[in-house]
């Protein structure tokens, strides 16, 4: 195993002498834009579509505003950090035509390299720099002094300093404080869109759909069962991520435990080992992300999903549980 990078073993003078145009000002970008320049990176621009809607929260912060083909010309490194799913419209219709010769790309993910919705030319850098959880808690964690656990990979070094701009990167966001590991473009597609979908997400939410409605069924009240299968989610992820899975059973009660593994077994059985393969497949073989991607494509992918969501049994308890718990609906 690869010992980790910290702070005091990274120079952060590669990204500090970038003029650095970020692309995006979501949860990454914000985050990612607002930390560089604590860090001391002093030339950074936002690059917007046109009628974006976060123009007015990025001037609001105090940075430069410009176009996506403008950044393309200006800057000596671009952080590509939209949506992924729209990596490839961004990159051909305006970062490619218009882009500074030598210019280094810098990704959070590794998706649109891994899957060839970019095709970069060869004299541009190419680089991971991704910080492992969600884009709000890389400003929240490095406003405590820490950061995320970050990982970099190097998909082309033509200047022969790539992997230095990706460990300044990710240093001058806070991940040198806990710890900096390398990977693959490949590695970290695969690892975040599997654990993604059959657990943080797609897994949870259908344990969780499924255990209120069959609780609902048995007579048991809304608010109780949402309670027990949903509320109570995050007291035990807390518990896992501060203490790991063995820690997390010493922690609970002896029932709970007991409970937990007579029913471990049978929800991973061979039905969901079938359900994990297949969705393994899809990520390996890339019909997840063509998918993915064509379906955004041709327009407003998930509004449907969406809208049905916010008429189910579970949405209504979970919104009355909250306004009594919080005093609003959140």
Not at 170 to 180: C, D, F, R, T
């Amino acid at each position: 195993m690869t010992e980790p990078l910290y702070t005091p073993d990274i120079d952060l003078a590669p990204i500090r002498n970038c003029r650095l145009a970020i692309v995006g000002y979501g949860n990454h970008g914000r985050s990612h834009a607002l930390c560089l320049r604590d860090s001391g990176v002093r030339k950074v621009r936002i690059a917007l579509r046109d009628g974006s809607p976060s123009r007015a929260r990025a001037e609001a912060d105090g940075f430069e505003v410009v176009s996506l083909d403008d950044a393309a010309g200006w800057a000596d490194a671009i952080a590509l950090l939209a949506a992924d799913e729209a990596h490839r419209q961004i990159w051909t219709g305006h970062i490619a035509p218009h882009r500074k010769p030598g210019q280094a790309l810098i990704l959070c993910h590794g998706f649109s390299i891994h899957y060839g919705l970019i095709d970069p030319p060869a004299d541009a850098d190419v680089i991971l720099a991704a910080a492992k959880g969600p884009g709000g808690a890389v400003r929240q964690e490095f406003e405590k002094g820490r950061g995320l656990i970050g990982f970099w990979a190097v998909h082309q070094d033509a200047s022969g300093t790539a992997r230095e701009l990706a460990l300044a990167y990710l240093a001058g966001i806070g991940s040198g404080e806990v710890g900096i590991f390398p990977t693959t473009f490949r590695e970290e597609t695969v690892s975040d869109l599997f654990g993604e979908q059959a657990v943080l997400v797609g897994g949870m939410v259908a344990l969780a759909k499924a255990s209120f409605d069959r609780l609902v069924a048995a007579g048991v009240s809304p608010r109780m069962a949402y309670i027990d299968c949903v509320h109570e989610i995050k007291y035990l992820a807390d518990l896992i991520q501060a203490r790991g899975i063995a820690g997390m059973y010493e922690a609970i009660s002896d029932t709970a435990e007991f409970g937990a593994r007579q029913i471990e077994d049978r929800i991973a059985g061979p039905e969901l080992r079938r359900t994990f393969d297949q969705a393994m497949a899809a990520i390996e073989d890339g019909s997840f992300a063509r998918l993915w991607v064509e379906t955004h494509e041709a327009g407003d992918a998930m509004k449907a999903d969406r809208a049905a969501d916010k008429t189910l049994p579970i949405e209504d308890a979970g919104a009355e549980l909250r306004s009594r718990i919080y005093g609003a609906t959140k």
